[in-house]
């Protein structure tokens, strides 16, 4: 059974810029959340996907994108980047919404100079 | 005021005593999730509880839902126990709101 991967590990880009980051669920997981964890802080929740379809946003601006995919994979794209977007960016899945333990990813650290 | 408080912030034992890591949230849960956190990001997680204990190997976590209150307690503490604990609130169907939380060093 294969684990939640994220990827990349690590990208730095800068201020303006716009970035892509992709989370592969586990197998037989139809639903994706990410979650942006700034330094010392605890992880917050951007927005979740069930079945291709955003299922909830938490307090993130527009430019906070996402998309799940029929093989319930998922990107998160952020636009117009600012220096405040530096965090480490988690995906997890779970086997469906609601009272289901999260797998988690090892997270993509991004860093915005 | 957080919705999901954490205490203590910083936590320092010595191998082999008995912790425990404290969690208050003050909205309304369907489920509390603890998540082990180590250096690097990766995130596991631990129990997810609704009433009630659980119990997997040295680790205990409980929760009084009347008093939105949960605990995690780790018996005979070990050095590869150090990590940062997270608890978690899943208020709406797996959205979950995370305390700050607690950092954990176990010495030898």
């Known amino acids: 059974e294969t684990g939640v991967t994220q990827s990349p590990t690590h990208l730095i880009k800068t201020r303006g810029q716009q970035v892509t980051l992709r989370c592969s669920s586990q197998s037989g997981h139809n639903t994706v959340s990410w979650y942006q964890q700034a330094l010392g802080q605890g992880p917050q929740f951007i927005f979740q996907?069930?079945?291709?379809?955003?299922?909830g946003r938490g307090n993130f601006p527009p430019r906070f994108s996402g998309l799940q995919f029929p093989n319930y994979s998922s990107e998160l794209n952020v636009n117009a980047l600012e220096l405040d977007d530096s965090a480490l960016y988690l995906c997890a899945s779970s086997l469906d919404r609601g009272n289901q333990p999260q797998h988690f990813g090892d997270g993509t650290r991004l860093s915005i100079l | 005021k957080n919705e999901v408080e954490q205490s203590p912030q910083n936590l320092t034992a010595q191998e082999g005593e008995f912790i425990t890591i404290n969690c208050s949230y003050s909205v309304g849960i369907s489920a509390l999730h603890w998540l082990q956190q180590h250096p690097g990001g990766g995130i596991v997680s631990l129990f997810m509880l609704s009433s009630g204990k659980k119990k997997h190997g040295r680790l205990i976590a409980t929760i009084n839902i009347q008093e939105k209150h949960s605990s995690l307690h780790i018996t005979a503490s070990h050095p590869r126990d150090s990590a940062v604990y997270i608890c978690a609130a899943d208020t709406s169907y797996g959205k979950l709101t995370f305390g700050q939380g607690t950092i954990l060093t176990v010495h030898p």
């Open positions: 996907y069930y079945r291709e379809e955003e299922n």
